[in-house]
């Protein structure tokens, strides 16, 4: 049984007399010429049930003082989900509603990542005064609890990591190929989202889209990544040039599934920080997790770029092209998390270069989630 009472104080000098047109589900109370208390039900039982509440318990909670002079027409509103807050003596929490009871609440949230920034907004005004009171900084009351999360949930996703490649099951520094690639400098960049679903307490699914940056940034500064017109080229730079840096980069859009175990059965641990009107609450998963699941993604673009020096002037070089990349990339997706901690390590199955346009390369990346 859902109870809800709309309690509508009106503080207005010379108030008219309301007729006979008011509805079934109206009970007007007269305190004097100035003040009515006005109670609105949702039907003809609901007026009969009005006889077991305690009208003067409401009027207590409320403590509201009435100033005649104040024409500002203020609402609360009172719900009680279980209908028997007023059958005998309980306190209950009121939140001022601003000037539409139809509002539900008007708190300002704000979720970024793991945090979320709940203010309590009344009256802006008052909130100003309350910060500029904060002469030594907010002086926040702390508080932690363990609580299970959402069972499906969306977030967005920054994945920051290196990428490099294997040939025949070996790194190609090892056989001294002018496109061996130098791990620091190598960045994997994706930006994107994604769904969380749990089918069971500890088992759920991962799933989402992202667009993706391989960066591979060659060891030899001095080799010149170019499309020759069979396959890609890997020379070197003319010996009047100093090479200062060399990469290939190529972008993705990619989708991927991964089912994990949850051996934390989705539980967190909530901190908390509120002062006043301002609550700060920080959520950080407990336990450990693990999937394995599979990506695929489509090539947008790529090119080469080389910095060099001539003469003492540092220049650059850029070439777009596909040099015979891939379209399609497909692979296998691990994903691990340590708390908050996440991490991922991608490896395609599929080679880099389009079979005889370059080397047999297998590109894998791997790097913590935010």
């Keep these: 049984m859902k109870f809800k009472l709309l309690l509508y104080t009106i503080c207005l000098i010379s108030i008219p007399l309301i007729g006979k047109g008011n509805p079934a589900d109206t009970v007007i109370i007269e305190l004097d010429n100035n003040t009515r208390i006005i109670i609105y039900v949702q039907d003809e039982q609901g007026l009969k049930d009005l006889e077991n509440y305690d009208i003067n318990a409401m009027l207590r909670d409320l403590n509201m003082s009435i100033d005649s002079s104040d ?124 769904r969380i679903n749990y089918l069971s307490k500890s088992f759920l699914l991962e799933w989402g889209g992202s667009f993706t940056w391989y960066n591979f940034k060659l060891e030899d500064d001095q080799v010149v990544i170019s499309k020759g017109p069979d396959m890609v080229e890997f020379n070197p730079l003319p010996s009047e040039y100093n090479g200062k840096k060399s990469k290939l980069t190529a972008s993705y859009f990619n989708v991927s599934f991964v089912p994990m175990f949850d051996f934390s059965a989705n539980r967190r641990k909530v901190k908390s920080l509120e002062s006043g009107s301002l609550k700060i609450e920080n959520y950080k998963r407990q336990g450990f997790k693990i999937g394995l699941g599979v990506y695929g993604g489509y ?18 070089d850029k070439e777009h092209s596909s040099f015979y990349l891939q379209n399609w990339r497909y692979g296998l997706r691990m994903r691990m998390g340590i708390k908050s901690l996440d991490l991922f390590f991608n490896y395609d199955l599929n080679d880099l270069f389009s079979e005889g346009r370059g080397p047999e390369l297998n590109a894998f990346s791997f790097g913590i989630i935010l």
Excluded: C
């Design 299 to 316: 090539r947008l673009g790529s090119h080469s770029k080389i910095k060099f020096k001539q003469e003492g002037d540092l220049d650059k």
């Design 71 to 194: 024409t500002d027409i203020r609402y609360l509103v009172i719900e009680d989900e279980s209908g028997e807050n007023y059958l005998s003596d309980t306190t209950i929490v009121l939140e001022d509603q601003g000037d539409s009871y139809e509002q539900e609440h008007e708190d300002f949230k704000l979720n970024l990542w793991n945090y979320r920034i709940t203010a309590k907004v009344k009256d802006w005004d008052e909130y100003e005064e309350e910060f500029e009171e904060w002469d030594d900084g907010p002086d926040f009351k702390k508080s932690t609890r363990i609580e299970e999360g959402p069972r499906s949930f969306s977030k967005g996703v920054i994945e920051i990591g290196m990428n490099n490649y294997l040939e025949n099951g070996d790194f190609p520094d090892a056989n001294g190929a002018p496109y061996a690639v130098r791990p620091w400098g190598s960045w994997y960049i994706g930006l994107g989202g994604s």
